[in-house]
Nanobody, 121 residues
C-alpha cells in the first residue's frame, strides 16, 4: 500500500502564504502524476494542480499565478506553494498520487488524509 502524509496547512490572513508538503511512502515501485485537490464546505472536491514525473504542470484557473506545484522525485514528495491567498481558497487540501505497486504500469490513485487551509479576510 501507499501512504500520503500532508503537512503545512493552517490559518493565514488574506494575502499571506502557505506551503504544503506531501510525502509518499510504502510499497510503490513508481509514482506517476502527483497533485493537490481541495474541498470547501458544501462543495465538491476540485482539482487545484498536478505535476508529472517530468515536471509538466496543470493548474486550475482560480490559482494560476498564485500557486506553484513542485516535486522531489527522489523523496517521493510534492509541494504546493500558495501565495496571495484569498478567503475563497479556504478548504481541506488533499494530496493525490498515482502509484504503481506491481511494475506493470497499473497506476492506482491514493489520497492523503487532508490538511485544512483557512484564509481569513
Amino acid at each position: 500500500q501507499v501512504q500520503l502524509v500532508e503537512s503545512g496547512g493552517g490559518l493565514v490572513q488574506a494575502g499571506g502564504s502557505l506551503r504544503l508538503s506531501c510525502a509518499a511512502s510504502g510499497s510503490m515501485l513508481s509514482i506517476n502524476v502527483m497533485g493537490w485537490y481541495r474541498q470547501a464546505p458544501g462543495k465538491q472536491r476540485e482539482l487545484v494542480t498536478v505535476i508529472t514525473t517530468g515536471g509538466s504542470t496543470n493548474y486550475a484557473d482560480s490559482v494560476k499565478g498564485r500557486f506553484t506545484i513542485s516535486r522531489d522525485n527522489a523523496k517521493n514528495t510534492v509541494y504546493l506553494q500558495m501565495n496571495s491567498l484569498k478567503p475563497e481558497d479556504t478548504a481541506v487540501y488533499y494530496c493525490n498520487a498515482e502509484a504503481d505497486l506491481t511494475g506493470w504500469g497499473n497506476y492506482i490513485d491514493y489520497w492523503g488524509q487532508g490538511t485544512q487551509v483557512t484564509v481569513s479576510s
